[in-house]
Nanobody, 115 residues
Framework: QVQLVESGGGLVQSGGSLRLSCAAP????????MGWFRQAPGKQRELVAS???????NYADSVEGRFNISRDNAKNTVYLQMNSLKPEDAAVYYC?????????WGQGTQVTVSP
């Protein structure tokens, strides 16, 4: 069982920032696309951002310009820097890894944004 371990969630005021981290096994991290998803109550899980092994990035329109995904290959860790947070960004954020499909998941970390 592949373990993705997330950290960094919490409570922040609207307009604030948080950085999420996700550590992955090197065997996964070195070749997989890494991504961050989120799921708010009553909503479907959505892809927020992804980054390839070659550092190609993609973002959901709702977070473009506010969030930044990056990876540290020495630490086998992917980060999601979230700036200018809005109440609608509140959700459980999940780290995931994809080779053909998104098959590996972390346990999730809660992000709460107060108005």
């Amino acid at each position: 069982q592949v373990q993705l371990v997330e950290s960094g969630g919490g409570l922040v005021q609207s307009g604030g920032s948080l950085r999420l981290s996700c550590a992955a096994p090197r065997s996964i991290f070195s070749i997989y696309i890494m991504g961050w998803f989120r799921q708010a109550p009553g909503k479907q899980r959505e892809l927020v951002a992804s980054i390839s092994a070659g550092d190609d990035t993609n973002y959901a329109d709702s977070v473009e310009g506010r969030f930044n995904i990056s990876r540290d290959n020495a630490k086998n860790t992917v980060y999601l820097q979230m700036n200018s947070l809005k109440p609608e960004d509140a959700a459980v954020y999940y780290c995931s890894a994809r080779y053909v499909s998104w098959t590996h998941w972390g346990q999730g970390t809660q992000v709460t944004v107060s108005p």
